[in-house]
């Protein structure tokens, strides 16, 4: 009786010790902002230049797609518009028959004028040519109105065209898929010779130099975190010891959540836990999905 009375208490003693061996306050996952780079155009991709695990830097070519079609289409846009401007009236020549012909009444009404004062000619003379000259300025103006019309209507064609050279002008840049950060390539969706469309993933890549540990703590907890604070961050190393690195809480929750059940905190009774990001700098050791504990 005594001996199971000895038992049971070094096993009350050994889970106390196994209670106050956690020195951990929070524990997460670690992860990454991720980017899913598309294509902004739709064809075959001619060039795909990355590989899972590839460091990228930022606006390198990571792929090019066919643009033969596009080529194709901006020529034929560029034929309809020489064809609809082909029908665009040249003013100036239209209206010169009835300008020298003004110019021609106008010498003669000079003249006229002269004879009229000088009794030589009567004056309904000078009035049929000031009529005359009238006519032919009603008729200039009705022309050149007629004339401008028909070429704002020919415009009024091309405007819609250029606006479609320049959509094609915007695929063919977006036809050199450029890597929009810094990073690792993490998962490579597309091969050399595959068919892609606007929107449809060729490859995933995230800045692993800094990633976000993603860890959870209790309302207790909380009044004691602010935005900028330095903590602990342990992560396993191969020698089943702990790696230690500095952390900074970049941000809080504003709000509650129910504790997940992969999450360990300080208190496992919590229901509702808090979330936060624990931004921390990584030499190469800590991957997406590890898990990582907090000392604050």
């Known amino acids: 009786m005594q001996?199971?009375?000895?038992?049971?208490?070094?096993?009350?003693?050994?889970?106390?010790?196994?209670?106050?061996?956690?020195?951990?306050?929070?524990?997460?996952?670690f992860e990454a902002t991720e980017v899913i780079?598309?294509?902004?155009?739709?064809?075959?991709?001619?060039?795909?230049?990355?590989?899972?695990?590839?460091?990228?830097?930022?606006?390198?070519v990571a792929a090019i797609v066919d643009t033969t079609q596009l080529h194709l289409k901006k020529a034929q846009l560029n034929a309809q518009i020489q064809a609809v401007m082909s029908r665009e009236p040249n003013i100036p020549t239209q209206i010169a028959t009835i300008q020298e012909q003004i110019r021609v009444a106008a010498g003669e009404k000079q003249r006229m004028e002269i004879l009229v004062k000088a009794g030589a000619a009567p004056s309904k003379q000078l009035d049929d040519i000031v009529n005359q000259i009238a006519v032919l300025e009603k008729q200039l103006d009705a022309q050149r109105t007629s004339l401008m019309t028909t070429a704002g209507s020919i415009y009024a064609e091309v405007n819609p065209l250029t606006l479609q050279i320049a959509?094609?002008?915007?695929?063919?840049?977006?036809?050199?898929?450029?890597?929009?950060?810094?990073?690792?390539?993490?998962?490579?969706?597309a091969e050399t010779g595959e068919y892609t469309a606007p929107g449809k993933p060729v490859y995933k890549i995230a800045d692993l130099t800094e990633m976000q540990l993603r860890a959870y703590v209790t309302g207790d907890q909380l009044p004691g975190i602010k935005i900028g604070q330095q903590v602990k961050v342990l992560v396993d190393s191969a020698d089943g010891q702990y790696s230690e690195h500095a952390g900074t809480v970049s941000w809080i929750s504003d709000k509650a959540e129910f504790t997940p059940k992969s999450i360990m905190t300080k208190d496992e009774r919590a229901n509702l836990v808090y979330a936060i990001k624990i931004t921390v700098p990584n030499t190469g050791n800590i991957k997406i999905g590890m898990y990582g504990e907090v000392v604050f």
Do not use: F, H
């Open 167 to 189: 959509q094609i002008d915007d695929q063919l840049v977006q036809s050199r898929v450029l890597n929009p950060i810094k990073g690792t390539v993490l998962t490579k969706y």
């Open 3 to 29: 001996r199971i009375i000895i038992i049971a208490g070094l096993s009350m003693l050994l889970g106390a010790c196994s209670n106050g061996d956690k020195i951990y306050d929070a524990t997460g996952t």
């Open 37 to 60: 780079v598309s294509a902004g155009t739709a064809g075959k991709l001619l060039a795909l230049n990355v590989e899972e695990g590839q460091s990228l830097e930022a606006n390198a």
